[in-house]
Nanobody, 121 residues
């Protein structure tokens, strides 16, 4: 099993930056992809960004391209979502996912989920 814990959420003014972290523990060899998706009331879940643990692929949703970036620290099983120029429509619960690589915006299987961290713009 894999446990994912997100942190770094909060309230930020429009135009500001914020970085989120996702820490993984447990059987970290059981996935090869990490992803963030967000959930907001009245909206469909949206895959925001995904990264392969081998570093070969990074994927960003169209709504965040040019504003969000991903990085990872495999030695410490961390993945980070760096956000800038935040907009009110970026508000939501940001949830970290780990799984195997699949086709899609984020490109990760929804095998393991965290509880999420709230971002309010």
């Amino acid at each position: 099993d894999v446990q994912l814990v997100e942190s770094g959420g909060g309230s930020v003014q429009a135009g500001g930056p914020l970085s989120l972290s996702c820490a993984a523990s447990g059987e970290t060899s059981d996935y090869n992809c990490r992803m963030w998706f967000r959930r907001a009331p009245g909206k469909e879940d949206e895959e925001v960004a995904g990264i392969d643990t081998n570093g070969r692929g990074t994927r960003l949703g169209d709504s965040v391209k040019g504003r969000f970036t991903l990085s990872q620290d495999n030695d410490n099983n961390m993945v980070y979502l760096h956000m800038k120029n935040l907009k009110p429509e970026d508000t939501g619960l940001y949830i970290c996912v780990a799984g195997n690589t699949v086709l899609g915006v984020g490109g990760c299987e929804y095998k393991y989920w965290g509880r999420g961290t709230q971002v309010t713009v």
